[in-house]
């Protein structure tokens, strides 16, 4: 098959993508093998493919595909999640596109519109993730809305409740007055942003002139206000004890009340309590029974119960509030104010604590055996730093409030009797049976129509906790073959930003469920910034679209330049550059492919001694490369595997490797060396085809004929052969002779065409090593190479690890720049040496650093004091030539 010229990865990845769905490779079933499971944290079905998401799935993606040739079983499940507010709020916006009020449907009819959409939008994040060479088993592709998943939710939600960890109950919730729903104290991100601090001015009632200055940052909350608060203390309000205080603008008479909660030194030291809108207010309420004044709406406009400004927007009523108490006389000054407002994570609205009775989900209970197994490594995390913030939640856990104000999601299985007792059951029918043999001995029948099932859906999250269970329908049926097999997971690849809100509810729901750990380790990703290390946004136009990078690029360049720039559980400062180092690896490749499969081979030629040892030597590289990988893949260090594999290819076997074994120019190769070469290449392939699955494909059926439907998907991940270290350090010295040449040639202007004489100064007492002599001679065209005794006149000279090498010279050379270069290294190793010294004159060094350490430092003086002695000789030399 002929090669193209230039590598084309568009063509070739729709190709081996096709081939690869075609024949079914990705998907999985159970068998004698080991499993090896990976669930996708599910995007939300209303998502688009993002940087954070290429990263994230490019990572499952190494792991699978190595866990596979690895002769594992690998299933990596795909799915999308529901995402209750964010579809909704889709959902809501297209139905007013066509004039269609939510309010103005039935929530059966509003379904029906949300399923459409789904149908229509909803896969698209999944087609996506194809692009980037994502081998999921696509025929097991689950939705947390599909019916066994719904189902388990349900199930898992009637469960708790029959064990008292679900209650219903009024509390102080996170309001999102966007989205019209509670939301979880996780769902509530706090920004630090810039405010204003407005003291204002209270009458004491009963009194001519007499006022208390109260400061806040939200005067529009004012019109709530049922209390003033001060410390029992504090003797400048001491006397307002049975007074009462006026609120300002509507002239409410509220209490003084005495409370240790008041820091006397912060403001005023006089606090403003507005029970229905601040959650230390709602709980000072209680403490001293105070009314509840709610003064917004649930979208965040003023209530009746305000009185003022009923129907406006609160941000709107805290300019004309503002103003009027101004004209009022009731503002004493306003400040700057730096301080933190919680926004909801979902829409970034600014929430609003509100009332509000909701569904809880109590989990001290449940938090403790999670921390234990997080604690104790029985679930590693990767990083290791992640058990400190997985630690500050769980010990600072609070109940779960899982219920939303929203009509897309699982609809909460509670039924209500016209006496408002609550029945949970599963459907309707079960609670008409369950309700009434509660009450058979009343001789009350309750009927279908007086049953009201509760309006509110489940948490997203409440779905997502069951995630590694249910898509393997491990609730309804814990013992069913795929359960048993694929679960626990394997691993978990996910940011560290959801480490609550998923990461140990799920280990919770493991536990609670099955008594098992869901996955064995979690590997934590960063988040993709740029290069000046800002959050990607597309108000910044600093977000690159992900499907461009790759129709320019190719998928395979593009994992590996997000790969380049990602230290496990770091940011990832991404640079466009990397991917164009990852086309030109790429190229690299294809064109070493091209340089192997263009040579004629000679079946009856002999193989070089060169050649041998080149083998020899690479498979010893080889070996120690995949002993690296070995490590670095148990680590999750997967940045350092690819950049060993990268070193491997691109600097082992393209600059070195390859020049070793070619042919000279129009001359055979030897079948031998040929059919090694292309067993190393094979290798290589495998090794970085996790990582780059598109390119090594094209290479491995390039490399030989392969039977139909063959895949190097399968083929195994290369062995560690016989470890040759020695080999490998004996090369190393090889490599320093061949780049001097080379640099001597350069600065002498001596032709590459032009053979020239090598010799070597023998060390006394020492055997010399001949083992690389004729790779060194091939590489650097050497006519003689020989061994000396003593120095060489007239030659241009070097010194390799305490060994002299001479070029003789035909003819002039600058001496005296030579003795210049000479004199030059020799001050750069006396100063090297003078450091070493001072090291070793430290006792407390000597004394107290290991053995070893101590020993390698005088090895590094006595080095370079050869070093020195050798340089001397040869300016010696330099100057007796003359």
Known sequence: MELAPKYDPTIVEDKWYSFWMKNGFFHSEPDEREPYTIVIPPPNVTGVLHMGHMLNNTIQDILVRRARMLGKNAEWLPGTDHASIATEAKVVAKLKEQGIDKASITREEFMKHAWEWKEKHGGIILEQLKKLGASCDWDRTRFTMDEALYDSVITVFIDLYNKGLIYRGVRMVNWDPKALTALSDEEVIYKEVSSKLYYVRYKVEGTEDEWLTIATTRPETILGDTAICVHPEDERYLHLKGKKILVPLINRPIPVIYDEYVEREFGTGALKVTPAHDINDYNLGIKYNLPVIDTFNADGT?????????????????????????????????????????????????????????????????????????????????????????????????????????????????????????????????????????????????????????????????????????????????????????????ALITASDIIFFWVARMIMAGWEYRHEIPFKDVYFTGMVRDKQGRKMSKSLG??????????????????????????????????????????????????????????????????????????????????????????????????????????????????????????????????????????????????????????????????????AGETIMYAHQPEVAAREPELITKFATAEEVITQIRTIRKEKNIPFKDPIRLFIRKNYGEQPDTTFDGVVAKLCNIGELGYTDGKMADSLSFIIRNTEFYIPVTQNIDVSAEIAKLEEEINYTKGFLRSVEAKLENEKFVGSAPEKVVAAERKKKSDAEERIHVLEEQIRGFKGGK
Not at 417 to 430: C, F, Q, S, T
């Open 542 to 707: 600093n977000s690159p679209e992900p499907l461009e990078l790759i129709r320019v690029n190719g998928a395979d360049a593009v994992r590996v330049g997000m790969l380049l720039c990602s230290p496990a559980g770091n940011d990832l400062l991404f640079d466009e550059n990397l991917i164009e180092q990852g086309r030109n690896f790429s190229n690299k490749i294809w064109n070493a492919l091209r340089l192997v499969k263009g040579w004629q081979v000679e079946n009856n030629l002999e193989q070089p001694e060169t050649s041998k040892i080149s083998i020899q030597w690479f498979e010893a590289v080889l070996s120690e490369a995949i002993i690296s990988l070995e490590e670095q893949f148990e680590k999750y260090r997967l940045s350092e595997a690819l950049m060993t594999i990268y070193k491997l290819i691109w600097d082992d076997f393209c600059s070195w490797y390859l020049e070793m074994i070619k042919p000279a120019y129009q001359q055979p190769i030897d079948r031998g060396t040929y059919e090694s070469t292309l067993l190393i290449f094979e290798k290589l392939s495998c090794i970085l085809h996790p990582f780059m699955p598109f390119i090594t494909e094209e290479v491995w059926h390039h490399i030989r004929e392969r039977k």
């Open 302 to 490: 003023m209530s009746e119960a305000a009185q003022l400004y009923i129907g406006e927007d609160r941000f709107v009523v805290r300019k004309k509030i503002t103003k009027a108490l101004k004209d009022q006389g009731h503002i004493v000054k306003i400040e700057e104010y730096t301080n933190k407002v919680g926004y909801s994570e979902r829409t970034d609205e600014v929430i609003e604590p509100r009332i509000s009775k909701q569904w809880f989900m109590k989990m001290k209970d449940m938090a403790k055996p999670a921390l234990d197994l997080v604690e104790n490594d029985t679930i590693r995390f990767h990083p290791a730093k992640y058990k400190n913030m997985y630690r500050h939640w769980m010990e600072n856990v609070t109940d779960w409030c899982i219920s939303r104000q929203l009509w897309w999601g699982q609809r909460i299985p509670a039924y209500y009797l016209p006496d408002g007792k609550i029945i949970v059951a599963k459907n309707r029918e079960e609670a008409l049976a369950k309700a009434n043999y509660e009450l058979h001995s009343t001789n009350e029948e309750v009927k279908a129509e007086d049953l009201l099932q509760d309006e509110d859906v489940l948490d997203t999250w409440f779905s997502s906790w069951l995630w590694p269970i249910s898509v393997f329908d491990g609730i309804r049926f814990p013992d069913n073959p795929d359960i048993k097999y694929y679960y626990p997971t394997s």
